[in-house]
């Protein structure tokens, strides 16, 4: 019996070093591996305009007189532009901030050429679109002694 109980405890032991070892070795194969290189940052070539977000700001925030934004994930076509947009974000909810950064990000191309051509089809995300009351302009007052009389 002595024996059966030996084994029973041995076992559970040569399991957990054999799990471990591997486990080592796993950390140490990571640790000589050099890191994937990162992508170089992106280079905006062309964006959306103060005045073409001010026409896209949402009617019925206007309306309401409410400021907000979306963030949105889009992919980076072989052209630069930006392709297969969803919204994941949208403050205030239900006030048409989602839709208007989507239509803002057909504005967007990056560069793909040289090191930037690693960023075709990848994935973007956190994107965000802040949109500002748009600024009416008011007309001038008329000048004096020219009320209309």
Same mark, same amino acid.
Request: with cysteine.
């Given at each position: 019996? *002595? ?8 076992? =559970? ?20 591996? =050099?890191? /994937?290189? @990162?992508?170089? /940052?992106?280079?905006?070539?062309? *964006? =959306?305009? /103060? ?9 019925? +925030?206007? @309306? ?8 949105? +994930? &889009? ?9 297969? &947009? ?28 040289? #090191? ?15 949109? +500002?009351? =748009?600024? @009416?302009?008011? #007309?001038?007052? #008329? ?7």
């Amino acid at each position: 019996m *002595s024996r059966r109980i030996t084994l029973l405890t041995i076992v =559970p032991i040569l399991a957990g070093l054999v799990a471990s070892s591997a486990w080592a070795q796993a950390q140490t194969k990571a640790q000589t591996q =050099p890191a /994937p290189a @990162r992508p170089p /940052p992106l280079q905006v070539l062309k *964006s =959306p305009t /103060p005045e073409i977000l001010a026409r896209l700001f949402p009617a019925t +925030a206007a @309306r309401a007189g409410v400021e907000g934004g979306a963030t949105v +994930a &889009c992919v980076i076509r072989r052209d630069g532009t930006l392709g297969d &947009c969803e919204v994941t974000g949208e403050s205030p909810r239900g006030m048409g901030f989602g839709g208007a950064a989507l239509l803002a990000m057909t504005y967007y191309q990056v560069s793909v050429d040289g #090191p930037n051509a690693v960023q075709i089809s990848r994935r973007l995300s956190g994107i965000t679109i802040r949109f +500002a009351l =748009p600024v @009416r302009k008011t #007309p001038p007052a #008329p000048a004096k002694g020219q009320g209309g009389r």
